[in-house]
C-alpha cells in the first residue's frame, strides 16, 4: 500500500485551529482587545457592527508591530509572548500561543494597520481567507488597528450557526466587560452600530465597576482584601442585600485574567451563608494575585478555565476573606426593605415555578366537617388584591386604588385607563352555573359534567395572561393603566440593551415609558393584567429570561416575553379570591387556545370523574 499520511497545508490547519479559537464574534473581541492591553495600549476603542458579523474593529495605542511582525503575526505559532516552554511557567501576557491572528485571518477578511513608536510610517496587510493580498506602507498612528470583515465568510455553515444579533452581541458584551474589569487603568470605548454602549475612562476598579454596573453600584461595594504568601485577593464583593437572582455580576480574576471557577464560587457561596435568601445570587469582583508558575492557564484553549496547585488553601482563604468583609464592615442578615425592591418576590424563581411551602393540601379535607371548614378559610397569608383585578373588569374609570399589602412593594396608585372588553362567555365543558369553590387558596374546584374539576389557580392565569399578551404583542395592542407618578427604576446599562431589544413588545402588551435612558427607566404606564406591583422584579426576571433563554427569532423571544411576564404577573397560590375572581378565572381560562397546560407546560387542572368518586364509596 502506498503511504497515505499528508501534511495538512497551512490554511487548512488554520481553519481546523480557528475551530478552536474562534467560536463567535466574541471570541474575536477577545482576543483583538487581550492582544491591544498586550501590546501595552492606554486606550483601546472596539468597534461592532451587526453584533461583530459584519465588522470587528480593535485600535489601540500600544507598542505596535513592525513591518515585518506585521506580516509574521498571521502565521500560526507566531508569538512575540514566549520564547521557550519554560516561559510558560512564568506568563504574564493575556496571549501566548500565536494562534490567535492566524486563526482570525483564515476564517475572515482582514485589515491590519500597525505603526511603532520609532518608525515613522505604519504597514498595512490585507489578509482573507489566510491569502496575503496586498501589504503596503501607510501613514497611521502609533499603535495597532485590526479590522475583521466578514467573519466566516468562507465557511458558510459556521456563519449560519452563528446566532442572532442580540445573541451575539450579549457574548461580545461579556468579553468586553471581563477584559475592562481586568483592566481599570486602560481607557475602553465601546461602539455598536454606531452608537456607544460603553464609554470607560482609565481608572481605579471601584470606578470602572460602577462605569459598567452603573451609578447605584457604588453604595453596594465592600472591598475585599487579604495578602498571604500563597496568594493575594482583592476587589470587591456586593453586600448580600443587594443580590439578585443572576449570575451575571460574578467575576473571578486571576493575574489578570478572567477566569470561571465553581470551586471558588462555592468559597463565595460559603461566605454568605446566612445572608442570603434562597436562590439570590451575591455580586463579586474578586481578583487573586498568585505566583505564574502556581497556576496552569493551558488547560483550555480559550483560557477560561485554570488550575491552581493549591486549591483548597485558596478556597479557604478566599472563603475567609470574604467572611471577614463582610463581618468588618457589619453586614447583618438583616434585609432592609428600605433599599432594594428586588428582594420580595413573594415566590422563588430559581426554577421558574412558583413555590409556596405555607400552603398545604390536605388530603383529607372534608367541606362537611365543621372544624375544617374554618381551617380551610384561614388564610395562611391573606393578601387583599384589588386592582389589577379590578382593572380587569370592564367600566372602571378613574378608580383609584392604593395597594397595601406588605409584599407589593410599590405602593402605587392607579387610574385604571380604557379596559379591554367583555368577556367571552363561550364554550365549556363546565356545568352553567359555574359554582366556583377555592381551595385552599390555591385550587379552584368546578363542578364538571364528568364529575369535578380542580384548577391550579396560578397556572390558570398564568396561562390566560400567557395568551393574551402574546395577542397583545402580535393582534392587538393591550391596555394599560397608568401610573400616578412614574415610575423611576435603575438598570445596569446591559440591563437596559437587554430591556430596549424588547422595548415594543412591553409597549403592546400595555408599558408604557417616559423614558428610556443609559441607565434608567421611567414607566407611566402598566399593563391591566399585571397581579403585581413589583415592577422592577418583574422586569429584572424578564431580564434573566432572556439572558438565558437565549431566543433565537422574533418569534421565540416574544414567547419568552410572554412566558416571564405571565409568570410574575400571575395571581399567586395562597391568594384568597373573591367570588367573582374566582368565576371570571374559570371562565376566561375556558376561552384559552389551550387550557389544558401552562405557558412552562405544567398541567392546569384535573378532574375527578364520578366513577372515581362514586368508587369512593363503594363499600
Ligand atoms: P499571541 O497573542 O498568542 O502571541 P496572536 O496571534 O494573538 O498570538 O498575536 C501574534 C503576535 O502578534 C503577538 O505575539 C504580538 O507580537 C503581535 N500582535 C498582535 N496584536 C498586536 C497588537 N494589537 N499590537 C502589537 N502587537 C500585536
Ligand atoms: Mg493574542
Not at 514566549?82 to 485571518?105: H, P
Not at 496587510?125 to 489566510?130: R, T, V
Not at 389557580?457 to 394599560?480: C, D, M, P
Not at 445596569?492 to 409597549?507: A, R
Request: aromatic fraction near 8%.
Amino acid at each position: 500500500m502506498s503511504d497515505i499520511i499528508r501534511l495538512l497545508p497551512d490554511h487548512v490547519a488554520n481553519q481546523i485551529a480557528a475551530g478552536e479559537v474562534v467560536q463567535r464574534p466574541a471570541s474575536v473581541v477577545k482576543e483583538l482587545l487581550e492582544n491591544a492591553i498586550d501590546a501595552r495600549a492606554s486606550q483601546v476603542k472596539l468597534i461592532v457592527k451587526d453584533a461583530g458579523k459584519t465588522l470587528i474593529q480593535v485600535i489601540d495605542d500600544g507598542i505596535g508591530m513592525s513591518d515585518t511582525d506585521a506580516r509574521l503575526c498571521f502565521e500560526r505559532h507566531a508569538t512575540s509572548k514566549i520564547n521557550t516552554a519554560d516561559d510558560l511557567f512564568r506568563i504574564n501576557t493575556k496571549g501566548f500561543r500565536g494562534e490567535a491572528l492566524a486563526s482570525i485571518a483564515a476564517v475572515a477578511q482582514v485589515e491590519l494597520k500597525s505603526r511603532t513608536e520609532n518608525s515613522e510610517t505604519g504597514t498595512s496587510i490585507k489578509i482573507e481567507g489566510s491569502n496575503v493580498l496586498s501589504q503596503e506602507v501607510t501613514v497611521t498612528p502609533k499603535g495597532t488597528s485590526i479590522l475583521v470583515k466578514n467573519l466566516f465568510f468562507n465557511i458558510p455553515a459556521r456563519r449560519n450557526f452563528l446566532k442572532s444579533n442580540q445573541v451575539e452581541i450579549r457574548h461580545i458584551i461579556d468579553e468586553f466587560q471581563r477584559v475592562a474589569l481586568a483592566h481599570p487603568e486602560i481607557a475602553f470605548t465601546f461602539l455598536n452600530n454606531g452608537s456607544e454602549v460603553f464609554q470607560l475612562p482609565g481608572s481605579n476598579l471601584r470606578q470602572r465597576i460602577v462605569n459598567l454596573f452603573g451609578a447605584k453600584t457604588n453604595e453596594k461595594l465592600v472591598p475585599v482584601s487579604e495578602e498571604t504568601p500563597v496568594v493575594t485577593i482583592s476587589g470587591f464583593i456586593q453586600k448580600p442585600e443587594f443580590a439578585k437572582k443572576s449570575r451575571n455580576e460574578q467575576f473571578f480574576f486571576a493575574n489578570n485574567r478572567f477566569i470561571k471557577s465553581g470551586y471558588l464560587h462555592h468559597a463565595v457561596m460559603n461566605a454568605f451563608e446566612g445572608l442570603l435568601k434562597e436562590g439570590m445570587q451575591p455580586g463579586y469582583f474578586i481578583y487573586l494575585e498568585l505566583n505564574p508558575a502556581t497556576i496552569d492557564v493551558n488547560i483550555h484553549p480559550t483560557k477560561t478555565e485554570i488550575k491552581f496547585e493549591d486549591e483548597h488553601t485558596i478556597y479557604a482563604l478566599l472563603r475567609s476573606a470574604v467572611k471577614h468583609s463582610l463581618g468588618q464592615f457589619n453586614i447583618t442578615p438583616v434585609l432592609d426593605f428600605e433599599r432594594d425592591n428586588n428582594l420580595e418576590t413573594p415566590y422563588a424563581y430559581k426554577d421558574k415555578t412558583p413555590v409556596f411551602p405555607q400552603i398545604e393540601v390536605d388530603k383529607d379535607f372534608n367541606p362537611f366537617k365543621e372544624n375544617n371548614f374554618s381551617k380551610a378559610s384561614r388564610k395562611p397569608f391573606k393578601k387583599e388584591v384589588t386592582a389589577s383585578w379590578e382593572g380587569l373588569y370592564a367600566g372602571l374609570k378613574d378608580e383609584k386604588i392604593k395597594t397595601t399589602a406588605p409584599d407589593f412593594i410599590w405602593e402605587i396608585e392607579v387610574e385604571s385607563e380604557e379596559v379591554s372588553g367583555e368577556i367571552d362567555f363561550s364554550e365549556s365543558e363546565i356545568v352553567e352555573n359555574r359554582e366556583v369553590f377555592q381551595l385552599h387558596n390555591k385550587y379552584l374546584v368546578v363542578p364538571h359534567k364528568e364529575g369535578l374539576m380542580l384548577i391550579n389557580q396560578n397556572l390558570a392565569h398564568q396561562r390566560i395572561l400567557y395568551e393574551e399578551i402574546l395577542k397583545n404583542i402580535t393582534v392587538t395592542r393591550g391596555s394599560s393603566q397608568q401610573l400616578l407618578l412614574p415610575l423611576e427604576l435603575d438598570f445596569n446599562p446591559d440591563e437596559i440593551m437587554i430591556l430596549s431589544e424588547v422595548k415594543e413588545q412591553l409597549e403592546y402588551s400595555g408599558f408604557g415609558f417616559l423614558e428610556f435612558g443609559k441607565e434608567k427607566i421611567t414607566i407611566e404606564g402598566i399593563p391591566v393584567f399585571m397581579e403585581t406591583f413589583d415592577i422592577k422584579a418583574m422586569l429584572q426576571q424578564l431580564i434573566i429570561a432572556i439572558r438565558s433563554e437565549v431566543p433565537d427569532s422574533a418569534f421565540s423571544q416574544n414567547d419568552v416575553l410572554a412566558k416571564s411576564l405571565s409568570e410574575t404577573g400571575a395571581v399567586k397560590n395562597g391568594t384568597s379570591m373573591a367570588k367573582e375572581q374566582q368565576q371570571y378565572l374559570v371562565r376566561k381560562l375556558f376561552v384559552c387556545k389551550d387550557p389544558a397546560v401552562s405557558p412552562q407546560g405544567k398541567k392546569i387542572f384535573s378532574i375527578i370523574s364520578l366513577n372515581e368518586i362514586e368508587y369512593k364509596f363503594s363499600n
